[in-house]
C-alpha cells in the first residue's frame, strides 16, 4: 500500500508549477503529471503483483485430430494518397487511388487435443500422425482466393487404444500464496541439495514425461499408463499426477521437494518415492494442495507397501487410476484470495524514482508548451 | 493566473486529492478488514464443524472395525473348534484353507484417522493464517491509521494439554509413543 503515497510526488511538484510558473499553465494541464504519475503507479503496482502471483500448471488430454492448412492468398483492398505540385513547386493532396495488395497466407500444421488446444507442429510430425491414425481426409474451405487456392487436410485420431496420444499442456493461473506471507507459504530451498526436481519441458508440442528419475524396470510401461492417465482420468477430473523417484536419497529429500515445488501446483498430486541403488523401495511422501486428505494418505500406504521390494510402478499407478477417479478434487485456489501480495521494497523505490521523473517530464511540458492563460 | 490565485488553486486541489484519498482509503479498508472479520468468523464455525465430522468418523469406523472383530472371533472360534475336535485326518487341509481376518478394515482406520487429522490441522492453519492477515491489515501502516478502533480478534485453536504443556515448558518428555 505505501506504494501509492507516491502520489505525493506529482501533488508537490504541481503544486510548485503553479508557485513558480503561474503564468505559464492552464488548469488542465495541472491534471497532467497526476494523470501519468496514477498511470506509472498502477503498472508497476498491479504488474508486479502479476509476475508474482503467476503460476504454470500442467493440463492432460488427448489429441483428437491434426490438421494441414495449404498455402494460400488474397485480395486485400488498399489506397494510396495521390499528390500533384503545383505551379509554387507545393506537393497538393489530389485524392486516393485505389489498388489491391496481395496477402500470402503461409502453409502450416497443427495439433489439436480434447481440451479445444491448438498447437504448431512440423509437416513431418503430421504425417507422422496421418500415418498412425490412417486418417487424411481433405475439406475445401472454400477460400475466396487469388491465385492459389489453399485447403486443408485432416487426420483424426481413430479412437484405438494403441493409437492414443496423451497431449500435456501449460496454462497460467494466480497462486496469491507463493508470493505472500502466509502460514500456507514453504521456505526457499537449494535444489542441489538434494538434486531436487525441476518441472519437466513440454516436447513435440505435447509430450512431457510424467515419472521423473529413474524408476527401474518398470518405468517405462508405467510412463504409458501415467501419461493415459493424466490425459482421461486426471483431466476429467482437473488433476495431474507426478512420480518423482529418488534413488539412495533420504527422507528428507521428500519433504525438500514439497518445499521447492510450494507443495505444487493446485490440480497436482506429487508421490515422492525414495529407492535404493537395486530400485527397492524405501520412503514414500505424497503432497498435494487437495484437501482429500485420505488420497494422500492411501497412496502412501499403497506405496509403502512395497517397501524393502523392487519398485513397481506399473503397479501404483493401475491403483491410482480407479482412486483418482473416486475421490480426487484439485483445490480451489480462490480459498486463498485473502492473503496481500506487497511488492518488492526493490520495486516501491523504482515506482517513486520513475513517478519523480514522470512529473519533472510532464511538468517540463506543461511549463514549455505554447498553452498559457494568455494563449 | 496571477500568484496568489494559483496559490490558492494549487492548496484546493491538493485538499481535493487528499481528502478524496482519504475517504477511497478509509471505505476500501474498513471492507477489507469487515470481510477478514467475516471471513473468520465463518472459519471459526467451519472448524468446529470439521472437528465433529472427525470424531464422528473415526468413532464410527472403529465400531465397525471393532464389530467385524468380534464377528471374526464368533465365527473363527467355533470353526477352529469343531474342526480340531474331528482329529488330525484333516489337519493340512484345515491349514490350507484357514480363514483370514481381513486387516483392511484397521488400514483403512489408520488412514481415516491421519488424513481427518490432517484435515483438521488444515482448517485450523487457515484460520490462524486469516487472523494473521487480520492483524497485519491494523497493525501496519497505512492500516493502523485508518482502522485504529478496530481490535484484533481472538481466535480458538484446538490443541491438546499434552501440547499446551510442552509449549508452556518448552520441553518435551514424553516422546514414547507406546506408553
Known sequence: ?375 | MDRKKAIYAGLALVLVVLIGGYFIMSISYSNTEIRLRNQIAAQQDANAVVYDKVWKVIAQKAQVTEKAKDSFKEMYVPLMEGRYARGGSFMKWIKEHNPQFDFSLFKDLMNSIEALRAEFANVQIRLRDLKREHDNLIGTFPGSWFLSDRKPIKVQLVTSGQTQKTFETGEENEINVFK
Open chain 1, 1 to 375: 500500500m505505501t506504494i501509492w503515497f507516491s502520489l505525493l510526488i506529482p501533488l508537490i511538484i504541481v503544486f510548485g508549477l503553479l508557485y513558480f510558473f503561474p503564468r505559464r499553465i492552464v488548469w488542465w494541464e495541472l491534471g497532467i503529471p497526476l494523470a501519468a504519475s496514477l498511470v506509472i503507479i498502477s503498472v508497476c503496482k498491479y504488474g508486479t503483483e502479476a509476475v508474482q502471483t503467476r503460476d504454470t500448471e500442467y493440463w492432460g488430454g488427448w489429441l483428437t485430430h491434426t490438421e494441414y492448412y495449404e498455402a494460400w492468398d488474397e485480395k486485400v483492398s488498399c489506397r494510396r494518397p495521390v499528390y500533384r505540385t503545383d505551379s509554387k513547386g507545393n506537393s497538393v493532396f489530389e485524392g486516393y487511388q485505389h489498388f489491391y495488395d496481395v496477402d500470402y497466407h503461409s502453409h502450416y500444421w497443427l495439433a489439436s487435443d480434447s481440451n479445444g488446444i491448438s498447437k504448431n507442429i512440423s509437416r513431418e510430425h503430421f504425417e507422422r500422425l496421418a500415418v498412425k491414425f490412417n486418417s487424411r481426409v481433405f475439406v475445401d474451405l472454400h477460400r475466396s482466393y487469388h491465385s492459389i487456392d489453399g485447403d486443408k487436410y485432416v487426420a483424426r485420431w481413430n479412437g484405438q487404444e494403441e493409437t492414443f496420444t496423451p497431449f500435456a499442456s501449460t496454462h497460467t493461473y494466480e497462486n496469491r500464496v507463493q508470493a505472500s506471507s502466509s502460514l500456507f507459504n514453504f521456505p526457499n530451498v537449494d535444489s542441489k541439495e538434494y538434486g531436487l526436481f525441476e518441472y519437466p519441458e513440454i516436447l513435440g508440442a505435447y509430450t512431457c514425461a510424467h515419472i521423473l528419475g529413474q524408476g527401474g524396470p518398470t518405468l517405462a510401461a508405467a510412463e504409458r499408463k501415467l501419461s493415459v492417465l493424466n490425459a482421461r482420468v486426471a483431466a476429467s477430473r482437473q488433476g495431474w499426477v507426478w512420480i518423482l523417484v529418488f534413488n539412495n536419497k533420504p527422507f528428507q529429500a521428500g519433504i525438500a521437494q514439497q518445499n521447492y515445488w510450494k507443495s505444487g501446483n493446485k490440480n497436482e498430486l506429487v508421490i515422492n518415492i525414495g529407492v535404493d541403488s537395486q530400485f527397492n523401495v524405501q520412503w514414500c511422501h505424497v503432497f498435494s494442495w487437495t484437501d482429500v486428505e485420505k488420497l494422500k494418505i492411501d497412496t502412501r500406504s499403497q506405496v509403502i507397501e512395497q517397501q524393502g521390494k523392487p519398485l513397481d510402478l506399473v503397479k501404483i499407478v493401475d491403483w491410482l487410476g480407479p482412486e483418482i477417479k473416486k475421490s480426487w478434487a484439485r483445490k480451489q485456489f480462490a480459498d486463498f484470495s485473502y492473503p496481500t501480495v506487497e511488492p518488492p521494497g526493490w520495486m516501491v523505490a523504482l515506482t517513486y524514482f520513475l513517478t519523480l521523473i514522470v512529473s519533472l517530464g510532464t511538468s517540463a511540458w506543461v511549463i514549455y508548451n505554447d498553452f498559457s492563460p494568455e494563449n
